[in-house]
């Protein structure tokens, strides 16, 4: 069975919640099975998307390789205005 090209419905205010999965995707990327694994990046590389990418498959390994497992670490994020910095304030409190 192949892979089809599909694209995700979501409204841009709802971006968050595809960069969090993908992040929670990426650090706990060792314990998904080899196959999952394959599925997910050809997946990956034949959703459709507003940004075109030229040889999609071999770039997403190399990002997957990069920024998941250990290699996921935590970067202190860019503080854009007072709300993002609170929030980010309090994080570091609780951490």
């Given at each position: 069975?192949?892979?089809?090209?599909?694209?995700?419905?979501?409204?841009?205010?709802?971006?968050?919640?595809?960069r969090?999965?993908?992040?929670?995707?990426?650090?706990?990327?060792?314990?998904?099975?080899?196959?999952?694994?394959?599925?997910?990046?050809?997946?990956?590389?034949?959703?459709?998307?507003?940004?075109?990418?030229?040889?999609?498959?071999?770039?997403?390994?190399?990002?997957?390789?990069?920024?998941?497992?250990?290699?996921?670490?935590?970067?202190?994020?860019?503080?854009?205005?007072?709300?993002q910095?609170?929030?980010y304030?309090?994080?570091?409190?609780?951490?």
């Open positions: 069975m192949g892979i089809a090209r599909q694209v995700i419905q979501y409204e841009r205010k709802e971006e968050h919640f595809l969090r999965l993908g992040g929670a995707l990426l650090i706990h990327w060792d314990s998904v099975p080899t196959d999952v694994q394959e599925l997910l990046i050809q997946q990956a590389a034949e959703m459709l998307d507003p940004i075109w990418v030229f040889e999609c498959e071999p770039k997403i390994r190399d990002f997957i390789a990069t920024h998941s497992g250990d290699a996921a670490v935590f970067h202190e994020p860019r503080i854009y205005g007072p709300l910095a609170t929030h304030n309090q994080f570091r409190k609780e951490s």
